[in-house]
C-alpha cells in the first residue's frame, strides 16, 4: 500500500527538521567533545559543571548542569548517563535553535522554503571558527534562548520575555547583550521613564541573579582573570604581534561578519539595522573581559548578523527578479509606515507605530 503524498509544506517541515537533526548529529557530539578547558583553568568538564565543583566563572552558568543534576537527583537518569544526557540536551538545544532562528527570520521574509534554507545555514556556522576552543554545555543553549529573546523584544511581548531573560542569565552572563538591544532598538519608541524602567529592571534581574550564583558557588576554586587590564592587555598584545589575528576574527562563521560589513548600506529594515550594533558591542566586551580568540563568546550575535544578510541576498533576488513577494523590501520602521508587501509579506510594524505604547 502507497502511504499517502505530503503537500508541500509538510514536505518542507520534514526535510527542515530532518536536515537540522542531522547537523546535530554531526556538530553537538563534537562540540561537546571539546568541553575541556586549559589544566591551569582547574576542572571544567561537563561531571564538574553537573556536580557544582567546576571552577568559576564555567559553574556560574548553571542552568544545563542543573537540569542534568536535577535529573539524576530524581532518578530519571543514572549518574553514568550523565555524558549522554548534555548530548540530548545540547543536540535538543540546537535543533530547537533552527525552529527558533526560521521563526525570528520570517518576522522579515514571508516564504516558508526560504526561511527553512537561511535557518539551517545557522547550524553550519555556529562551529566554523578559525581558532579551535572548546565549547560547553552552556554555548548553543545560550544562541537559542537569545535568539527567541530577539523575537519577544520585536513582538514587545515583556510578559514572555522577562523570566526567558532571567533563564538566559542562569545560563550565561552575556544575556545583558539583550539589554542592549531593547536600548538600541526602542530608543526612540518608548519614552525615557519607561526606557529607564526597561532597561534598570533588566540590569536588577542580572544582578540578582549573578550575586545568587556567587554567594551559591563561592567556595568554588576561582580561576577569574584580573579585572579587565589582564584580558585587554593580552588581547592588544595578541593584535599588535600579529594583525592578521584580526581579519581572521572577522572571518569567523566563514566570513559572516565580512558579508555584514560589505552589506550592510543595502539593508532596508531599520529594526535589523539597529541590532547590528550589537555586534561591536559584544567584542568591544569580549576585548574587555574575555579573550578575542573564543568566539563562542560573541555567538549570541550570530543570529543578528545571519538575518541581516540573509535578508539583503532576498531581497536583491528578488529585486533583479522584479518580484517583491519574498521579502518585504517596503518596510521602513525608522518612523516611516511601510505598505504591505505583496505575497504574504509580514506587515509592517514601524518602530515608532501605534502600540509603541502598550
Same mark, same amino acid.
Given at each position: ?73 530524581? &532518578? ?9 544526557? *548534555? ?29 527553512? /534554507? ?9 562551529? *566554523? ?6 565549547? *560547553? ?87 577569574? &582573570? ?54 561591536? /558591542? ?9 579573550? /578575542? ?66
Amino acid at each position: 500500500m502507497r502511504l499517502p503524498a505530503l503537500k508541500s509544506d509538510a514536505r518542507i517541515e520534514v526535510a527542515f527538521i530532518a536536515s537540522a537533526a542531522i547537523l546535530s548529529v554531526q556538530r553537538v557530539p563534537y562540540l561537546l567533545y571539546n568541553c575541556v578547558s586549559g589544566p591551569d583553568n582547574g576542572p571544567t568538564s561537563m561531571f564538574d559543571l553537573a556536580a557544582g565543583v567546576a571552577s568559576t566563572p564555567y559553574q556560574y552558568r548553571a542552568l544545563v548542569p542543573w537540569l542534568v543534576r536535577g535529573a539524576v537527583a530524581a &532518578h530519571l537518569l543514572r549518574p553514568e548517563a550523565q555524558g549522554p544526557a *548534555f548530548w540530548v540536551a545540547n543536540s535538543i538545544a540546537f535543533i530547537a535553535l533552527a525552529v527558533v532562528f526560521r521563526a525570528y527570520l520570517s518576522l522579515f521574509i514571508a516564504a516558508r522554503s526560504l526561511t527553512s /534554507i537561511a535557518a539551517l545555514s545557522l547550524l553550519a556556522l555556529v562551529p *566554523f571558527d578559525y581558532y579551535p576552543q572548546p565549547f *560547553f554545555p552552556y554555548d548553543i543553549p545560550s544562541i537559542l534562548l537569545f535568539t527567541l529573546g530577539l523575537i519577544f523584544v520585536y513582538r514587545r511581548n515583556w510578559l514572555a520575555y522577562y523570566p526567558l531573560f532571567a533563564i538566559m542569565t542562569l545560563n550565561r552572563e552575556t544575556s545583558v547583550l539583550l539589554v542592549a538591544v531593547c536600548a538600541l532598538v526602542l530608543f526612540d519608541v518608548y519614552d525615557r521613564r519607561r526606557l529607564a524602567a526597561l532597561v534598570l529592571s533588566q540590569l536588577a534581574i542580572w544582578a540578582a541573579i549573578k550575586a545568587a550564583l556567587w554567594a551559591l558557588y563561592r567556595g568554588n576554586l576561582w580561576i577569574g &582573570h584580573q579585572a579587565v587590564w589582564f584580558p585587554m592587555e593580552i588581547n592588544l598584545r595578541v593584535l599588535m604581534a600579529d594583525p592578521l589575528r584580526l581579519f581572521l576574527t572577522l572571518a569567523t562563521w566563514g566570513a559572516l561578519l565580512l558579508a555584514v560589513v560589505l552589506l550592510r548600506r543595502r539593508l532596508r529594515d531599520e529594526w535589523l539595522r539597529r541590532t547590528l550594533w550589537a555586534i561591536p /558591542i559584544s567584542f568591544a566586551s569580549t576585548v574587555a573581559f574575555g579573550f /578575542i580568540a573564543e568566539m563562542r563568546i560573541d555567538g549570541e550575535v550570530l543570529p543578528i548578523a545571519l538575518a541581516a544578510v540573509w535578508v539583503v541576498v532576498f531581497d536583491v533576488v528578488a529585486g533583479e527578479r522584479g518580484d517583491k513577494s519574498q521579502t518585504d523590501r517596503s518596510r521602513v520602521r525608522g518612523g516611516v509606515s511601510g505598505a504591505l508587501a505583496a505575497g504574504g509579506a509580514v506587515p509592517d510594524r514601524s518602530l515608532s507605530s501605534a502600540d509603541a505604547g502598550r
